[in-house]
């Protein structure tokens, strides 16, 4: 009995041990690490003068790692062969740099690591930490700052180059093109930019979209801004610019065989008034047929096929001209197919439409029939585009009505003699009601003319009116949702937005987007004033 006791009391006792053991060694994970990196030393010393190593090491208090540096990582002046930075892909208390240039003599030179250097363990973000020295006698410190926009987009443009190029004996408008700028800075995530270690004199200051991060201007791929004034350094102001895309000269790709009768003929910069000329001998029933894919930078060319291995073309346009061969091998023909482009619902200022994929050569309006609910024949007029591939179903319509589009058998007949079948569309019109009104009035001390544009919250253009001077205008039979208000200082009057261009050292057109999103509703009318000035 007494064994058993003490057997119990010492089970017990151990029990109590392992639970107190177990409680007070319950970690509570503390606070969370917050603290970045900190720089302990540099070898070579961070702002050395006469710098002549190829080896840099910078030392850190605790174990880091690179994020992103081949995006984050900014060098002015920017080097031909990019340096190596380490370490990749490890943790380490170091960064490590082999500079693979020669250096230029009595020059400042900047390493901006943006965000890339992290603490291994919570990612802390070390920002902005910079290395910098000189090759000469002393460290550049002037410093130039602005900020970045893009006309056509309401999102903030991130990770855009700003450059700096000195005016200087041998300097030409076309060193953009060519060599690699004096100094770069980087807006990184922001669209902010800031430049320090500049040293005193005149420069050309631009703004790239690089798509091939090489610091050098390619029209064709890369989008541009420039301050068209000199920038003295040193300097207190601060440069706002716009970033655009230049329309570059034309240039047609070598085209391409789709389907059997369809090639497709590939462009860069503006096709307007563009001859495509056959050159090969054809028989005597051939037809053609040219439109452009809306928003695209490509031409359809639809023909009736005939026996022949290849085909000639001569492109051109003003003074571009230039001469294609296209091998042909397939066998395939594309087939009719023809869609209601307007959905089931007909706005009251839009126009019933239908498209085909094929361009249709004829129509038979006796075989088109529109109808009312009640069975009642709607007179209208089929109208078919210049593009050969839209029909417009134009007809006096009534709010809240159901109406039935039919096209009868052969009523369409495209460019390889396919015809339809029976096809019918069911499409309704809504109450006035059902929709909003957004009045703008536009109010500037220019009296030129202004592009007015209304769009979803997602920068999709729905309404587009060009106006001759300032004036209300009101976009009827909105939907409900919330909309942008984009204006355009239409400064040639010709309607539509203009872009600019370095070489001829011509701005965009200035556009404004309104200070706030409309939000509508059915049934509302909304009054709102957009000052440009």
Same mark, same amino acid.
């Given at each position: ?51 002549? !190593?190829?080896?840099? %090491? ?21 080097? /031909? ?12 208390? $170091? ?8 250096? #230029? ?5 900047? $390493? ?58 041998? $300097? ?7 060599? /690699? ?69 034309? /240039? ?20 307007? !008034? ?64 023809? /869609? ?14 239908? #498209? ?77 009601? !059902? ?10 001390? %220019? ?35 919330? $909309? ?27 556009? #404004? ?21």
């Amino acid at each position: 009995m007494q064994n058993s006791v003490f057997r119990l009391l010492i089970f017990l006792m151990t029990l109590t041990f392992f639970f107190n053991c177990a409680r007070r060694g319950t970690p509570t994970g503390g606070d969370k690490d917050t603290i970045p990196p900190v720089l302990i030393k540099a070898i070579p010393s961070v702002e050395t003068i006469n710098f002549k !190593d190829d080896k840099i %090491k910078i030392f850190f208090d605790e174990y880091i790692k690179l994020k992103d540096v081949k995006q984050q990582l900014v060098i002015s002046p920017p080097p /031909k062969n990019p340096p190596i930075i380490g370490p990749m892909g490890t943790a380490s208390k $170091y960064v490590s740099i082999k500079i693979l240039d020669t250096l #230029k003599p009595n020059t400042t030179y900047l $390493y901006s690591f943006g965000k890339s250097i992290v603490d291994n363990n919570e990612e802390n973000v070390l920002p902005n930490f910079k290395y910098v020295f000189s090759t000469g006698t002393y460290i550049d410190s002037l410093k130039l700052a602005g900020e970045i926009s893009e006309l056509k987009v309401t999102k903030p443009v991130k990770n855009i180059d700003i450059l700096l190029y000195e005016y200087n004996t041998t $300097y030409t408008d076309s060193i953009i093109f060519k060599e /690699k700028p004096n100094y770069v800075a980087n807006t990184i995530d922001s669209t902010l930019f800031e430049f320090t270690n500049l040293k005193a004199g005149k420069y050309l200051m631009i703004a790239l979209k690089d798509a091939n991060f090489n610091k050098i201007y390619n029209p064709e791929i890369d989008k541009i801004g420039f301050v068209l004034d000199t920038i003295i350094i040193p300097t207190e102001k601060k440069y706002n610019f716009p970033l655009f895309k230049e329309i570059p000269k034309l /240039k047609f790709i070598s085209p391409k065989e789709v389907n059997k009768g369809h090639l497709f003929f590939g462009f860069e910069g503006k096709a307007t !008034d563009v001859s495509i000329k056959l050159l090969t001998e054809t028989t005597p029933d051939f037809k053609s047929v040219v439109n452009i894919e809306e928003g695209k930078d490509t031409l359809n060319y639809w023909f009736t096929p005939f026996e022949v291995d290849s085909l000639n073309f001569s492109v051109s346009s003003g003074n571009y001209q230039e001469n294609f061969t296209v091998k042909l091998r397939s066998t395939k023909l594309d087939t009719l197919n023809i /869609k209601n482009t307007t959905g089931g619902i007909l706005h009251l200022n839009d126009t019933l439409t239908i #498209k085909s994929v094929t361009p249709i050569l004829t129509l038979d309006p006796s075989l088109f029939q529109l109808i009312e609910k009640d069975s009642i024949s709607v007179p209208f007029k089929a109208i078919l585009a210049p593009t050969k591939n839209k029909i417009s179903i134009d007809f006096e319509k009534k709010h809240n009505t159901d109406y039935i589009l039919k096209l009868l058998p052969k009523a369409v007949l495209d460019i390889f003699e396919n015809s339809n079948d029976s096809i019918q569309y069911k499409i309704k019109t809504k109450n006035p009601e !059902d929709y909003g009104i957004i009045s703008i009035a536009i109010e500037s001390s %220019k009296k030129n003319a202004f592009i007015v544009e209304l769009l979803t919250d997602k920068n999709v253009v729905v309404r587009k009116e060009a106006v001759k001077e300032p004036k209300i205008i009101s976009f009827q039979f909105l939907d409900s949702g919330n $909309y942008l208000v984009r204006v355009t200082i239409d400064d040639n009057g010709n309607g539509i937005w203009d872009t600019g261009n370095f070489l001829e050292k011509r701005q965009p057109e200035t556009i #404004k987007y309104f200070d706030k999103t409309i939000e509508l509703r059915a049934n509302w009318d909304i009054n709102e004033v957009f000052n440009l000035d």
